[in-house]
């Protein structure tokens, strides 16, 4: 690739070019991937030998939160699970991507963990969530990859307010209007569930409620298919 192609005679020395362009969507998929916090999500290995609930323990509280996912007709978009630290919240939330998962409710999930430069903070929130949601459903991931080969920069220099819009609301919602015309629903078996746990772990606390104010604005467009469970 030319950077330059109408110029000549002239010479440039000691510089670093970095090429953002994308092809196709397997492109900016693999693009994205680059930018996903390894180790968040419920089943990575850093989560494998972490400590789930018993299964004679928060039978109660596991099972109404596994039907507030199911239900379609929520009253709310987002359940919030508050408890100080030591209460067992990343167990339960370990639990219910597990039991999420199989049915095809669980769309994505992020584990903060302030132990974690990758993590402690939001900088790759929304491009993990976004990468997984891409590896569910090839017609949403060429949504997700349409923004990308538009704006490369969205992953590594935008705002997280323009990161969930631009690779997560967006394409759900356009997805979803092209799934209602085609009559191709984003989840076979109802609405898609997105497991955020430990947001206190995220150690910028201005920026956790600007994650929550976002999360609350995604739910009242009209259509949009995710809901959020969220653990601090």
């Known amino acids: 690739m030319s950077y330059f192609p109408s110029a000549s005679n002239f010479v440039i020395n000691r510089a670093t070019f970095v090429d953002n362009h994308i092809n196709n969507g397997r ?3 693999q693009y994205l991937s680059e930018y996903v916090a390894l180790g968040a999500t419920h089943n990575s290995g850093e989560q494998y030998d972490a400590p789930k609930c ?4 928060r039978k109660q509280l596991i099972s109404d ?3 507030w996912i199911k239900e379609p007709d929520k009253e709310t978009g987002i359940m919030y699970l508050h408890g100080p630290a030591g209460a067992g919240k990343s167990c339960i939330a370990r639990s219910v991507c597990e039991e999420a998962a ?3 409710f669980l769309g994505a999930s992020f584990f903060f963990w302030r132990g974690s430069q990758n993590r402690n ?3 790759k929130l929304f491009t993990t969530i976004a990468y997984q949601l891409a590896t569910l459903n090839d017609v949403l991931a060429g949504y997700i990859s349409a923004e990308l080969q538009l704006n490369p920069q969205l992953v590594c220099d935008a705002s997280i307010r323009t990161q969930f819009q631009k690779l997560v609301v967006e394409p759900c919602l356009k997805f979803i209007r092209d799934s209602q015309e085609s009559q ?3 989840y076979h078996v109802g609405r898609g569930i997105i497991i955020i746990d430990g947001l206190d772990e995220c150690l910028d606390e201005t920026m956790q409620l600007v994650i929550l ?11 949009f298919p995710l809901d959020f469970f969220i653990t601090s």
Request: hydrophobic share 25%.
């Open 213 to 223: 104010k976002e999360l609350v604005k995604a739910t009242q467009y009209n259509g």
């Open 102 to 104: 199989y049915p095809g």
């Open 54 to 57: 018993h299964p004679e323990t």
């Open 121 to 123: 903070n939001a900088k």
């Open 65 to 67: 939160i596994n039907q």
């Open 27 to 29: 492109d900016a998929i």
């Open 184 to 186: 191709h629903p984003l």
